[in-house]
């Protein structure tokens, strides 16, 4: 966890969020999508190996999502009442990925709640989803909108989308399409990762077998979501993922690609990633920064994508703690308009699943979405 200083002043190593104006909070990494051994196609991976691994890792926060439909909707009798299922230091979701004929969906909250009544209703029509959703309080993700067990419900159902699932990156490009496609059609959509790891490292030497290899290549953190919280509470960080105060890292050793602006001059770069804002007319200066975790000397490729297109590309050389780039465009008055960002360049190294740098390939990092004229009544 990284604590934010809100004193104005020039970002600096020591406090790189401090030019935040007027907004405390806190920056915490986690996995919003994890199988256990409750899920029956998972292998060596029990929730204290997860937690473990977690905590030892430094992280903040997990989801542990197992498949709902191998316990017939029983999580609460089965992951969420499994002794391990605790840690001194991880906020842990209840939650559990709801396992139905037109996709999967994960489902979370910062207590627990009555899961049972989701999966009993999964095949229904989404106006009951989203009134039961309401009635429960709880937050529904969609996942892998373009994989295999897609995402098949309304986008009107879900409070965030897993833009970035598992370490393998290139087959979620269809999915960044479709979160562009939503955002584009006036939705405020939090974009988040998940590693979706199924099997733990095997420990003893034993028969190497597939799942023996994929522990090696996708883990907890493969990719990792950062969230900007106003503090480290279940329902502060479900709300900011909601609003896409967050940005996704293909591993915790990458740098975290933050993303602001400017846009009443005032100076200070004091909108951030989720915020909507309504343009004055006059050019808004925008800016980039790696925050940590960059591969010394490395050139990174900063892509923007402006309304599903791509409107520019920089690079920029990494620094150790941070590194800004900034360029100046004029969003349109009276029509909306996003602006996200991509960053390419050389995976840091991940020991503990050392083989997942190869997976990612060049995709290190994607910012959540700056709006513009936005309603946020749609
Ligand atoms: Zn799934
Ligand atoms: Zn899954």
Same mark, same amino acid.
């Given at each position: 966890?990284?604590?934010?200083?809100?004193?104005?002043?020039?970002?600096?190593?020591?406090?790189?969020?401090?030019?935040?104006?007027?907004?405390?909070?806190?920056? @915490?990494?986690?996995?919003?999508?994890?199988?256990?051994?409750?899920?029956?196609?998972?292998?060596?991976?029990?929730?204290?190996?997860?937690?473990?691994?977690?905590?030892?890792?430094?992280?903040?926060?997990?989801?542990?999502?197992?498949?709902?439909?191998?316990?017939?909707?029983?999580?609460?009798?089965?992951?969420?009442?499994?002794?391990?299922?605790?840690?001194?230091?991880?906020?842990?979701?209840?939650?559990?990925?709801?396992?139905?004929?037109?996709?999967?969906?994960?489902?979370?909250?910062?207590?627990?709640?009555?899961?049972?009544?989701?999966?009993?209703?999964?095949?229904?029509?989404?106006?009951?989803?989203?009134?039961?959703?309401?009635?429960?309080?709880?937050?529904?993700?969609?996942?892998?909108?373009?994989?295999?067990?897609?995402?098949?419900?309304?986008?009107?159902?879900?409070?965030?989308?897993?833009?970035?699932? !598992?370490?393998?990156?290139?087959?979620?490009?269809?999915?960044?399409?479709?979160?562009?496609?939503? @955002?584009?059609?006036?939705?405020?959509?939090?974009?988040?990762?998940?590693?979706?790891?199924?099997?733990?490292?095997?420990?003893?030497?034993?028969?190497?077998?597939?799942?023996?290899?994929?522990?090696?290549?996708?883990?907890?953190?493969?990719?990792?979501?950062?969230?900007?919280?106003?503090?480290?509470?279940?329902?502060?960080?479900?709300?900011?993922?909601?609003?896409?105060?967050?940005?996704?890292?293909?591993?915790?050793?990458?740098?975290?690609?933050?993303?602001?602006?400017?846009?009443?001059?005032?100076?200070?770069?004091?909108?951030?990633?989720?915020?909507?804002?309504?343009?004055?007319?006059?050019?808004?200066?925008?800016?980039?920064?790696?925050?940590?975790?960059?591969?010394?000397?490395?050139?990174?490729?900063?892509?923007?994508?402006?309304?599903?297109?791509?409107?520019?590309?920089?690079?920029?050389?990494?620094? !150790?703690?941070?590194?800004?780039?900034?360029?100046?465009?004029?969003?349109?008055?009276?029509?909306?308009?996003?602006?996200?960002?991509?960053?390419?360049?050389?995976?840091?190294?991940?020991?503990?699943?050392?083989?997942?740098?190869?997976?990612?390939?060049?995709?290190?990092?994607?910012?959540?979405?700056?709006?513009?004229?936005?309603?946020?009544?749609?």
């Amino acid at each position: 966890m990284e604590t934010f200083s809100p004193q104005a002043g020039s970002a600096t190593a020591e406090s790189p969020n401090s030019i935040i104006a007027g907004r405390q909070g806190v920056w @915490l990494k986690g996995d919003w999508h994890l199988h256990s051994r409750h899920s029956t196609d998972s292998t060596n991976n029990p929730i204290a190996r997860i937690i473990d691994f977690a905590e030892k890792l430094g992280f903040d926060y997990l989801a542990i999502t197992d498949h709902d439909v191998h316990v017939r909707g029983d999580v609460a009798n089965h992951t969420w009442s499994d002794p391990e299922f605790k840690s001194d230091s991880l906020l842990l979701f209840y939650g559990a990925e709801l396992t139905a004929a037109r996709g999967h969906i994960n489902i979370l909250s910062e207590g627990p709640y009555d899961h049972q009544r989701i999966f009993d209703a999964r095949d229904r029509r989404d106006w009951d989803l989203l009134a039961l959703k309401r009635e429960l309080g709880i937050h529904m993700s969609a996942n892998h909108p373009s994989t295999k067990n897609h995402y098949g419900y309304s986008f009107d159902l879900a409070d965030s989308v897993e833009i970035w699932n !598992s370490s393998v990156w290139p087959k979620n490009i269809p999915g960044l399409r479709i979160w562009d496609d939503m @955002l584009l059609s006036g939705r405020m959509l939090g974009g988040r990762g998940g590693s979706d790891a199924h099997h733990g490292p095997v420990e003893r030497p034993g028969p190497v077998t597939p799942q023996a290899l994929e522990a090696t290549a996708n883990y907890v953190g493969t990719p990792t979501t950062w969230v900007f919280a106003r503090e480290k509470t279940g329902r502060a960080v479900l709300d900011a993922m909601a609003r896409g105060h967050a940005s996704v890292s293909a591993n915790p050793f990458n740098p975290r690609v933050e993303f602001y602006a400017d846009p009443f001059g005032s100076g200070v770069p004091d909108m951030m990633m989720g915020d909507n804002v309504h343009p004055t007319g006059a050019p808004v200066a925008f800016e980039i920064r790696l925050i940590g975790g960059t591969v010394p000397g490395a050139h990174y490729k900063i892509n923007i994508v402006k309304n599903r297109e791509l409107f520019d590309t920089f690079f920029l050389t990494a620094d !150790s703690h941070i590194s800004v780039a900034r360029f100046t465009d004029t969003p349109a008055l009276a029509t909306r308009t996003y602006y996200r960002v991509e960053v390419e360049g050389p995976q840091s190294p991940f020991s503990l699943v050392p083989n997942a740098m190869a997976q990612s390939g060049s995709m290190v990092a994607l910012s959540n979405p700056l709006y513009f004229n936005y309603d946020p009544n749609f």
